[in-house]
T-cell receptor
Framework: GDSVTQMEGPVTLSEEACLTI???????????LFWYVQYPGEGLQLLLK?????DKGSNKGFEATYRKETTSFHLEKGSVQVSDSAVYFC???????????FGQGTRLTINP | GAGVSQTPSNKVTEKGKYVELRCDPI?????LYWYRQSLGQGPEFLIY????????DSGLPNDRFFAVRPEGSVSTLKIQRTERGDSAVYLC?????????????FGPGTRLTVL
């Protein structure tokens, strides 16, 4: 079945550092790919998405590119802030299906 | 406008008891989803409604779990004969239509603890 594997955390960085959180997926078809974020004390919210190969999703300085050849959707940011501290979830949704399949999450802590 | 709301925010129950968890989706959203999130894990899909009908219930772990959405808006997740392994955060989400690329908007969750 479909699955998502994320880089294990926790990840701790200093402010202004460069961030990459790896995400790879296994799917039978052509899924849409998502990054969701959960800030402390808040619910899950969509950060960015890409619906087809080579699409780049971006939001709040974060980017991720849908790479079909490597089945990856790595999350990147050039300069992180303390306010980026949160748990990040990579997820997919197969074409024709509606449910999201999530990775296990990566906890990110940014120190000032 | 109002987001997805879930009640109660916390529920503590004893093993063997029956519980109901409620979800109010965003007004006008036809698709509604239930997920379960165990500590340190990503959410796992339970069931998806399109309107009043359960279009996909493949994630329900066993027949102790049941969900309804009788008027196509509010949904209730029902768990019979609760077990300690049912302890988790139960998340509800809604979207404007049930397509794979539509954003799902999540509620804050109900934390269920079975003693």
């Amino acid at each position: 079945g479909d699955s998502v594997t994320q880089m294990e955390g926790p990840v701790t960085l200093s402010e202004e550092a460069c961030l990459t959180i790896n995400c790879t997926y296994t799917a039978t078809g052509y899924p849409s790919l998502f990054w969701y974020v959960q800030y402390p004390g808040e619910g899950l919210q969509l950060l960015l998405k890409a619906t087809k190969a080579d699409d780049k999703g971006s939001n709040k300085g974060f980017e991720a590119t849908y790479r079909k050849e490597t089945t990856s959707f790595h999350l990147e940011k050039g300069s992180v802030q303390v306010s980026d501290s949160a748990v990040y979830f990579c997820a997919l949704s197969e074409l024709g299906a509606q449910k999201l399949v999530f990775g296990q999450g990566t906890r990110l802590t940014i120190n000032p | 406008g109002a987001g997805v709301s879930q009640t109660p925010s916390n529920k503590v129950t004893e093993k063997g008891k029956y519980v109901e968890l409620r979800c109010d989706p965003i007004s006008g959203h036809t698709a509604l989803y239930w997920y379960r999130q165990s500590l340190g894990q990503g959410p796992e899909f339970l069931i998806y409604f399109q309107g009043t009908g359960a279009a996909d219930d493949s994630g329900l772990p066993n027949d102790r779990f049941f969900a309804v959405r009788p008027e196509g808006s509010v949904s209730t997740l029902k768990i019979q004969r609760t077990e300690r392994g049912d302890s988790a955060v139960y998340l509800c989400a809604s979207s404007s239509s049930g397509t794979s690329y539509n954003e799902q908007f999540f509620g804050p969750g109900t934390r269920l603890t079975v003693l």
